[in-house]
């Protein structure tokens, strides 16, 4: 008993550590955008001045003619289109992997893992090789249609898939008439929705936080994502301090998205997570 006891006093003790690890930059953020430009620097990092946090909103709203709102739009098309559609493309190739057989499946798949491996900053040198030979460099496109593709989620989709859909509920439709696009969108989709949530969070929050790719692709700043519009204010720290409030408060607002979308999805995240743990 007291074993048992020091063991689960110890992994609580590491719980806490490591939410604390988590929220304490998250805190700071919360703290630092309440100041003043002199506050920031005159007083502890977590210790309230004299909240200035509407004064700093108004700096961020009348920076660039509202170019902030502009970044933030962009970032929500580029996060929540492309991780909507990207989620749909993985699904159904991860549910083709699970339910088909065909020459050469494994060997695919192998290929589909070897891309997981690869980092996306190693892909966006030739990535804007393609996107310049097609005329697509410097548009919205060029940072959309890269996202589409997720190798990551391709994988966490056959094995969800694994778990979530019975192979007898598929020939029970397959028996009934259904081809195989009816059994997929009406039997299947369904089924596999926690795990279309659970790769849409995913790919939603790798996506809102991508900042190589868009930093080769984009030269017009009014196709900036957040992270490289808030990246071309930190530029300009140096010379006008100023920009500091900014980047702290646009920060703090860029996180608010993440957090609503993980809330509100949470209950299908966590039960897309423990799919197949239990037969």
Not at 48 to 71: I, T
Not at 185 to 203: D, E, K, N, R
Not at 250 to 279: C, D, E, H, I
Request: proline share 5%; glycine share 8%; hydrophobic share 55%.
């Amino acid at each position: 008993m007291t074993s048992r006891l020091m063991t689960r006093g110890a992994v609580n003790v590491f719980l806490l550590v490591a939410t604390a690890y988590t929220l304490l930059p998250l805190t700071w953020l919360l703290f630092a955008a309440t100041k003043s430009l002199p506050d920031l620097y005159a007083t502890p990092g977590f210790a309230f001045a004299n909240l200035d946090l509407g004064a700093n909103l108004s700096a961020v709203a009348a920076e660039g003619g509202g170019v902030f709102f502009r970044w933030y739009l962009n970032s929500l098309l580029y996060a929540g289109l492309g991780a909507g559609l990207g989620a749909l493309v993985s699904l159904a190739c991860g549910y083709a992997f699970d339910t088909y057989d065909w020459p050469g499946k494994e060997k695919l798949f192998g290929l589909v893992l070897l891309g997981v491996l690869v980092p996306t900053t190693a892909t966006a040198l030739p990535l804007y090789l393609l996107a310049s030979k097609i005329g697509l460099v410097n548009s919205f496109w060029a940072v959309f249609v890269p996202s589409l593709v997720h190798p990551f989620g391709v994988y966490l989709a056959r094995v969800l898939s694994a778990g979530y859909v019975p192979k007898q509920v598929l020939e029970a439709a397959r028996s009934d008439g259904a081809d195989e696009v009816r059994t997929f969108g009406s039997v299947a989709l369904p089924m596999l929705l926690p795990a279309y949530v659970t790769i849409f969070l995913f790919q939603f929050t790798g996506i809102w936080n991508n900042f190589f790719l868009p930093l080769v692709m984009l030269s017009d700043q009014r196709l900036f994502p957040l992270s490289l519009g808030l990246y071309s204010w930190n530029t300009q720290v140096t010379s006008f301090p100023e920009y500091s409030t900014l980047v702290i408060t646009g920060s703090l607002l860029s996180v608010v998205p993440l957090l609503l979308v993980f809330v509100s999805l949470q209950r299908f995240w966590r039960a897309g997570m423990t799919a197949g743990s239990v037969k």
